[in-house]
């Protein structure tokens, strides 16, 4: 082939194969390409060089990522790993990746007006409350803002109702066993209780009484755990009386209530877990769960982070949380991680590990259902702690 022939047949051979435009386009690739290598490069040497201070922690990547839902990220993995889209639950649907984008971009949800109201109206924040895990069904609508009346409204004297069925538990058949005290139960909100059993009360914010309380599910809880073979100390401590004749707000309940456990600690050296249980400030609706046709109030466990050894409480939670939703599904809605303003934060926690706070129930729901669910959690417990001594001691 002639000089002339092949120059013509390479003219035409580049005019029908590679318009200018894809020449263009695959030239932009390549320093597109090559320009992301360079800037990934500079960032790896930026974070591997600077003080240890300055670097990303993983406490600032939870931060950033913190509000959006788990499904994104399934369905980021989902797109090289096909299988994992099949494990979303059938009730719901993977979020919009339109969606995902413009939340990180504005940190308001598209599809929660909570999150825009949140940024505007103080104690509103939804960077005060995360669910790290939770059932099905479970959402921020689920989450209670309490709001509190006075101390002087929550100890005024009130009519209560309550007789115990001659098969339940009776209180002065209470003995408790001498077993080495592990675990330390008291109530900082320790008057909370339930409308059913407070005929003179509609308001939500004004059921509370001063024998018909959320105390009784801590002894019922005890009870159970002392039948399991595990010591328990049981605080009586009226919280709320302490707060009157201290003239301190509600807000302090947990500064009243740490006093307490420091001193109880103190004099119990063998003392391991400490959980303070408390009654939601939510409708029926969204505190029961049915079981077997048995209606009971759903678990809510909260932890607190804001201290540095958060996550070990955070553990244990999780895995008690398995250990309920395995055998009795819908009982625990899961956990709730709770920091930043309108939040304590802290929860008295920080003292010591394996400290939690249960919300048992809420405002219409029974005793009787809320003792019901002490004895499940009782239980569940108690094959976790043992478990854990088995383990402790073949070490």
């Known amino acids: 082939m002639s000089n002339i022939h092949r120059g013509e047949y390479m003219r035409k051979y580049n005019k029908s194969n590679?318009?200018?435009?894809?020449?263009?386009?695959?030239?932009?690739?390549?320093?597109?390409?090559?320009?992301?290598?360079?800037?990934?490069?500079?960032?790896?040497?930026?974070?591997?060089?600077?003080?240890?201070?300055?670097?990303?922690?993983?406490?600032?990547?939870?931060?950033?990522?913190?509000?959006?839902?788990?499904?994104?990220?399934?369905?980021?993995?989902?797109?090289?790993?096909?299988?994992?889209?099949?494990?979303l639950p059938e009730d719901q649907k993977f979020n919009k990746l339109s969606n995902v984008i413009f939340q990180v971009m504005t940190d308001v949800q598209a599809d929660n007006i909570h999150s825009l109201l949140g940024q505007e109206i103080p104690g509103l924040s939804s960077e005060s409350n995360l669910f790290i895990v939770k059932s099905s069904g479970i959402n921020y609508s689920n989450i209670s803002f309490?709001?509190?009346?006075?101390?002087?409204?929550?100890?005024?004297?009130r009519e209560a109702?309550?007789?115990?069925?001659?098969?339940?538990?009776?209180?002065?058949?209470?003995?408790?066993?001498?077993?080495?005290?592990?675990?330390?139960?008291?109530?900082?909100?320790?008057?909370?209780?339930?409308?059913?059993?407070?005929?003179?009360?509609?308001?939500?914010?004004?059921?509370h009484h001063q024998e018909v309380n959320i105390s009784k599910v801590s002894e019922r809880f005890a009870h159970r755990l002392e039948k399991n073979g595990i010591g328990v100390v049981v605080d009586d401590t009226d919280h709320m009386q302490v707060?009157?004749?201290?003239?301190?707000?509600?807000?302090?309940?947990?500064?009243?209530?740490?006093?307490?456990?420091?001193?109880?600690?103190?004099?119990?050296?063998?003392?391991?877990?400490?959980f303070d249980i408390h009654r939601d400030a939510l409708p029926r609706d969204k505190t029961t769960a049915t079981i077997d046709g048995e209606e009971y109030s759903q678990i809510l466990m909260i932890v607190g982070a804001e201290h540095e050894n958060y996550e070990r409480n955070l553990r244990f939670a999780s895995e008690l949380h398995d250990l309920i939703d395995e055998q009795f599904p819908g009982l625990s809605k899961g956990i709730l991680i709770k920091e930043g303003a309108g939040s304590n934060g802290i929860y008295n926690q920080d003292i010591m590990d394996n400290a939690l706070l249960f919300e048992i129930g809420g405002y219409e729901n029974t005793l009787d259902e809320s003792f019901r669910t002490a004895d499940i959690l009782a239980d569940i417990f108690s094959e976790y702690y043992w478990e854990a001594e088995k383990v402790f001691l073949n070490e």
């Open 161 to 207: 109702i309550y007789e115990q069925d001659d098969h339940e538990w009776k209180e002065e058949e209470f003995h408790r066993e001498d077993n080495e005290k592990v675990v330390f139960v008291y109530n900082s909100h320790n008057r909370e209780s339930y409308l059913p059993h407070l005929p003179d009360v509609s308001d939500p914010r004004l059921a």
């Open 146 to 157: 309490e709001s509190s009346p006075p101390v002087k409204d929550i100890i005024e004297d």
């Open 18 to 87: 590679f318009s200018k435009s894809e020449v263009i386009t695959y030239k932009k690739k390549t320093i597109f390409y090559i320009l992301s290598i360079i800037i990934l490069f500079v960032l790896i040497t930026i974070l591997t060089s600077i003080k240890p201070n300055y670097r990303i922690s993983s406490q600032v990547l939870r931060n950033m990522i913190k509000d959006i839902d788990s499904t994104s990220f399934l369905y980021v993995m989902g797109l090289e790993v096909h299988t994992l889209k099949d494990a």
């Open 243 to 274: 707060l009157h004749e201290k003239e301190w707000n509600y807000g302090m309940s947990y500064q009243a209530s740490r006093e307490v456990i420091q001193e109880t600690i103190a004099a119990n050296d063998n003392i391991q877990y400490i």
